[in-house]
């Protein structure tokens, strides 16, 4: 099944690409890779659950910040390429988790972009992933991801 008639079998509208907050664009086309800038939880213009994790987040609100900041990505690979079904396959997830010492369950956090991913690009959704802890994130974001896809 193609990703845009994925997006729609979910119930997912797309949001409008988030502008970048600093001097940067927010995607590369390079060959046949497109690579986003860090895309943060913003929905509707306000930050989702702002703060860290294991402190003001719990595990499940980084993961609903995660799968946001995940449509985000979304619109930003849209934007660059048209339309999802040029997709070949996500190679790669990067996750920045905003975190309290001693926090440590990054991956399912990250598992918010990562189910996201799978489900609109199904088997071309499964990607390889890095997941770091970091003690402070621009805007309080709780989390932030970047995502490579190989495009036709």
Same mark, same amino acid.
């Given at each position: 099944m193609s990703a845009e008639l994925n997006l729609q079998r979910l119930g997912i509208t797309l949001p409008e +690409?988030? *502008?970048?907050?600093? &001097?940067?664009?927010t995607w590369v086309r390079t060959g046949n890779l497109v690579t986003t800038s860090g895309q943060l939880p913003w929905k509707g213009g306000v930050m989702q659950h702002p703060g860290r994790l294991g402190e003001h987040v719990t595990t499940e609100d980084g993961y609903k910040a995660t799968r946001i900041a995940g449509l985000n990505a979304l619109a930003q690979l849209k934007a660059c390429i048209g339309n999802?079904? *040029?997709v070949r396959r996500i190679v790669r997830l990067e996750g920045y988790v905003h975190c309290a010492p001693g926090f440590r369950e990054h991956p *399912?956090? $990250?598992?918010? &972009?990562?189910? $996201? $991913?799978? *489900?609109?690009?199904?088997?071309?959704g499964r990607h390889v992933r890095i997941a770091l802890g970091? +003690?402070?994130? +621009?805007l309080n974001a709780c989390v932030q991801i970047v995502v490579w896809a190989e495009v036709d």
């Open positions: +690409p988030p *502008q970048p907050v600093g &001097a940067y664009v999802l079904d *040029q *399912q956090v $990250l598992d918010g &972009a990562s189910d $996201l $991913l799978m *489900q609109v690009f199904e088997e071309r970091i +003690p402070d994130m +621009p």
